[in-house]
């Protein structure tokens, strides 16, 4: 006797259904406008750092434009790098001189005579305002070599015109052109060092801007 097949048909999944191109438009919007709505950078700048931007672009420009420029820059580098290796020795054997000098002082101390005790004291003086003037010119050759590496080598850090090749030859790690450097040492002194105190402006040292006596036209006068 032959038994009769069921037919089964396969149950059929209910599909979500599809999101149309107006729903997808719609929760793009909403998740734009969630978003916070970010400055550009050229919005967040005053007139005056607009100027600065423009004026150190046409600067870098002119300086690309010069044919001799990226040999004068390695020159420039390794005279750097070679006035770093002439000071290094010397401040150290300054320092251990000094040392050495500090401990026998101390041992005989107790029989010396007043006079040679102030004449010790005033070399004691000079040997630190030596060392004190060399890790200053130390720190300048290394900020020099950092402005090379960054590309902002032989730019004035107050007008942001070329500072002359003959004015680096002669000191390469100079940050300002000669009547930048007239001006300011006229209005703060012939001691004081200027140094760049906003990250964003050629020249800026980072944590060394901490150093005493130095002074800075950043917040005044450009």
């Known amino acids: 006797m032959a038994t009769s097949k069921k037919s089964t048909t ?23 406008k969630s978003k916070p709505a970010k400055a550009s950078a050229k919005e967040t700048l005053t007139p ?10 046409e600067t870098l420009a002119l300086l690309m434009a ?18 770093r290796d002439s000071l290094l020795p010397n401040m150290q054997d300054v320092t251990r001189d000094h040392l050495r000098s500090g401990a026998s002082n101390v041992s005989s101390s107790s029989g010396q005579h007043i006079g040679d005790a102030g004449s010790e004291a005033e070399v004691r003086d000079l040997t630190i ?6 890790r200053e010119q130390l720190f300048e050759i290394d900020a020099a070599l950092e402005r090379i590496r960054l590309g902002y080598y032989g730019i004035c850090e107050i007008s942001l015109d070329p500072i002359p090749k003959k004015r680096l030859q002669v000191r390469p790690f100079c940050r300002l052109t000669v009547k930048c450097q007239e001006e300011f040492e ?20 980072g944590l060394q801007n901490d150093m005493e006596n130095v002074f800075t036209l950043d917040e005044s006068e450009e």
Do not use: C, I, N
């Not at 149950?11 to 729903?23: E, N, V, Y």
């Not at 005056?48 to 672009?57: D, F, M, S």
């Not at 060092?193 to 020249?203: E, P, R």
């Open 10 to 32: 396969p149950a059929t999944k209910t599909k979500a259904p599809a999101k149309t191109k107006a729903t997808a438009a719609s929760a793009d919007k909403k998740t734009e």
């Open 48 to 57: 005056e750092e607009k100027a600065r931007k423009a004026k150190l672009k």
């Open 66 to 83: 010069d044919p001799e420029w990226p040999d004068f820059l390695a020159a420039q580098k390794q005279a750097l790098l070679d006035l």
């Open 129 to 134: 305002r030596l060392l004190g003037k060399d």
């Open 186 to 205: 006229k209005k703060y002194g012939s001691y004081a060092s200027y140094m760049a105190k906003k990250s964003d402006h050629v020249g800026y040292s």
